[in-house]
């Protein structure tokens, strides 16, 4: 009864900063759960093993292209039918996703059926797994992508509902899952058919846990396949910039490895993959600021209140600035000895200077996420569409050149250099399609953060020589963040801002405790 009216409350759209800490809430006890329970898995499964896993997952997420951008456009069109109450556009808008679903996913099993030879043997063609030993972790990880693939209308309709303690509570509880599953498979002897398998079973539960949610959220949804080719075509003509930003991110993030794949050891693959993973949660930080931001930058500018869409990009652009500059500093300063203490001396070897690029180019990636948002926002996503082809094909092209010469570490410059090039480049053009000055937005978004990144290096450079083990690590981590929270606190965040930080501890600390009293009951 209490689930019940849990899924079936029919509260208003949350405000920005409720979106945020409940966003953010879950994002964290994610990071948190992989950071404890990766150097298990990983110390468990092996280099070789683990890098074969994180090759098998790539090869299927390439097959995810045929996406094509219509979750986010499919969460755009749910929403506006659902907050005008047009129940008919509502069923048409999502049987034909799920038409258009279903149809891909059959495509994709087609695919697959058709390259396994080739991706089989370009995986055994450096290492001593054979073919057959392969068959059936990759058809395992097939399923699981196919499975994510076909559910997407599902899992989009309580984000068009704005129900994010619904989608944080589904995340959370399939994450969960499939940690505790590869643990618990790991622990009585199995290996890497075995988490796969693991992770298929998460995305069954996550599969069934959206279908449940979208009945209760939505009783009057009819779940079944349809067409209807007018809401067809305005899916297909919002969808097709989105689609484009979205082939090309996709791109970039899985041909990256597979590129690797070719001319590097699996092995080595999995000390890639470690450092781009943690560069990677970066996005942790800034992803619900965007979240967030993008509904209200939408009404603003659907409002052509043009200085406060001006305002609100200067102060979101800060607030990234601030939560992604801490973790890559302290990725790049203390690489070895995080890697070193966190998994083992080999990793912090290997893995330690591709982290200190990747971190450095996830941190400029960062900094692009907001006037992405505003870009969408204000109806402009053939811009990020003409970046992020840019952005693929600049990577991959100068992966080509630097990975034969310098392996993993090539990769990682590869990222780097295009994301130093591209990002400021694509931030200027955002700067003049708002009327906002590069100045101001260096001034009072981008500057006041700096010395903050500084002194927390010159604290993490001067604390290294006393980093003996993980307690030294977490107090090392704990000084310099204390003294950069001091100083962004102090002297970057004006008042509104300190309020609105004070306000969202709050609300996270209540989110978390309300997760907490739910797990009991």
Not at 388 to 413: D, E, F, K, R
């Amino acid at each position: 009864m209490k689930s019940d009216s849990f899924l079936r409350q029919p509260t208003p759209t949350p405000p920005l900063l409720a979106n945020f800490a409940i966003s953010f809430s879950g994002q964290i006890l994610l990071f948190v759960a992989g950071i404890l329970t990766t150097p298990y898995i990983l110390t468990t499964l092996g280099a070789h093993r683990y890098g074969t896993l994180v090759v098998l997952l790539a090869y299927a997420e390439v097959f995810g292209l045929l996406e094509l951008g219509l979750h986010a456009t499919l969460v755009k069109y749910l929403a506006e039918s659902l907050a005008q109450e047009r129940n008919t556009d509502l069923n048409h808008y999502f049987g034909t996703s799920l038409s258009l679903y279903l149809g891909g996913g059959v495509l994709i099993s087609l695919l697959v059926y058709l390259s396994a030879p080739f991706i089989l043997v370009t995986l055994t063609r450096y290492d001593v797994y054979d073919a057959d030993a392969l068959a059936l972790p990759f058809l395992l990880a097939t399923m699981n992508l196919v499975l994510r693939f076909i559910t997407q209308p599902f899992a989009a309709t309580p984000i068009a509902r704005q129900r994010f303690d619904v989608v944080i509570f589904i995340n959370i509880g399939t994450e969960f899952l499939r940690i505790a599953g590869t643990i618990l498979v790991l622990g009585l002897g199995y290996s890497l058919t075995a988490v796969l398998f693991v992770t298929l079973l998460g995305s069954v539960t996550g599969a069934c846990a959206n279908i449940v949610a979208t009945t209760r959220l939505v009783p009057s949804l009819r779940l079944r396949p349809t067409f209807s080719r007018p809401h067809f075509s305005a899916i297909f003509n919002f969808s097709k910039y989105i689609l484009i930003a979205n082939l090309s991110g996709r791109v970039l993030h899985s041909l990256d490895k597979l590129l690797l794949a070719q001319f590097v050891p699996v092995r080595s693959l999995a000390f890639y993959a470690v450092a781009y993973n943690l560069g990677q949660r970066l996005w942790v930080t800034v992803g619900p600021v965007t979240t967030a931001v993008f509904p209200a930058a939408t009404m603003i500018a659907a409002a052509e209140q043009r200085d406060k869409l001006s305002r609100l990009y200067v102060r979101s652009s800060k607030i990234v600035a601030a939560l992604a500059t801490f973790p890559a500093v302290v990725l790049c300063t203390l690489s070895y000895e995080l890697l070193s203490h966190w998994i083992d001396g080999e990793f912090g070897l290997y893995a330690s200077t591709p982290l200190k690029l990747l971190s450095t180019a996830f941190l400029l990636n960062c900094l692009g996420h907001i006037p992405q948002v505003f870009a969408h926002a204000t109806g402009h996503p053939r811009l990020t569409a003409r970046f992020a082809v840019l952005n693929a094909l600049a990577t991959l092209t100068l992966m080509l050149a630097l990975v034969p010469i310098w392996s993993i570490t090539g990769a990682a410059l590869s990222f780097l250099l295009t994301q130093a090039f591209l990002v400021p480049w694509f931030i200027l053009t955002i700067n003049r399609l708002l009327g906002v000055h590069t100045r101001t937005l260096l001034a009072e978004a981008h500057l006041p953060v700096l010395p903050a990144g500084l002194l927390a290096a010159v604290a993490s450079l001067a604390l290294r020589p006393y980093i003996a083990g993980i307690p030294q690590l977490a107090g090392a981590l704990l000084i310099a963040f204390t003294i950069y929270a001091t100083i962004v606190v102090c002297f970057v965040l004006d008042g509104t801002e300190r309020v609105a930080c004070a306000r969202f501890i709050a609300r996270a600390l209540q989110t978390l405790q309300r997760a907490l009293q739910t797990r009991h009951v």
